[in-house]
T-cell receptor, first 113, second 115 residues
Framework: NAGVTQTPKFQVLKTGQSMTLQCAQD?????MSWYRQDPGMGLRLIHY???????DQGEVPNGYNVSRSTTEDFPLRLLSAAPSQTSVYFC????????????FGDGTRLSIL | AQSVTQLDSQVPVFEEAPVELRCNYS??????LFWYVQYPNQGLQLLLK??????LVKGINGFEAEFNKSQTSFHLRKPSVHISDTAEYFC?????????????FGKGTKLSVKP
């Protein structure tokens, strides 16, 4: 099992560019989510999905889009990158029940110049 | 709504010393509690979880945590730390039957183990 796979691991963008961060899981988890991690801020939820075709906003959704066309994949799109979006992004997945732990990818380190 | 407070942002400790990382939560309903560890340049990994039953929970790498309902705490302990335990530790809480989208993380405690 690969678990949760994120690509790319590193990316540098210019302000205004768009890009998609990829996330795939092979555990047949219903739930998938995206977090951003900034120093001293902990993890903040961007968007999440409880199943294919269903997405919802988290704490900090502005500037990001998601879609969930399959159980396995949950891409995160930056529409027009801004320096404030410089961060480390983590994808996580889990079974839907609240007693199940989330499984995390290794992160994408994104810098916006 | 739930919240989680990790009382120490940084904890320096010498190798082979005991350590306690503190976590307090607030909730009006019953909760599940988790501790995750994040090694440098990696994602979070589950260390241990409290779902029900015994209030003392054992996890990986010799860590354990004790759930105290009256004090709404879930402190993480290890009797003797190693250099390799240097990492950031996150406490998390979710209500019984709640959505995974409502999992709340604390802001993390950086454990630094010195030789």
């Amino acid at each position: 099992n690969a678990g949760v796979t994120q690509t790319p691991k590193f990316q540098v963008l210019k302000t205004g560019q768009s890009m998609t961060l990829q996330c795939a899981q092979d555990m047949n988890h219903e739930y998938m989510s995206w977090y951003r991690q900034d120093p001293g801020m902990g993890l903040r939820l961007i968007h999440y999905s409880v199943g294919a075709g269903i997405t919802d906003q988290g704490e900090v959704p502005n500037g990001y889009n998601v879609s969930r066309s399959t159980t396995e994949d949950f891409p995160l799109r930056l529409l027009s990158a801004a320096p404030s979006q410089t961060s480390v992004y983590f994808c996580a997945s889990s079974y839907r029940d609240s007693n199940q732990p989330q499984h995390f990818g290794d992160g994408t380190r994104l810098s916006i110049l | 709504a739930q919240s989680v407070t990790q009382l120490d942002s940084q904890v320096p400790v010498f190798e082979e010393a005991p350590v306690e990382l503190r976590c307090n939560y607030s909730s009006s309903v019953s909760v599940y509690l988790f501790w995750y560890v994040q090694y440098p340049n990696q994602g979070l990994q589950l260390l241990l979880k409290y779902l029900s039953g015994s209030t003392l929970v054992k996890g990986i790498n010799g860590f354990e945590a004790e759930f105290n309902k009256s004090q709404t705490s879930f402190h993480l302990r290890k009797p003797s730390v190693h250099i390799s335990d240097t990492a950031e530790y996150f406490c998390a809480v979710i209500s019984y039957g709640g959505s995974q989208g409502n999992l709340i993380f604390g802001k993390g405690t950086k454990l630094s183990v010195k030789p």
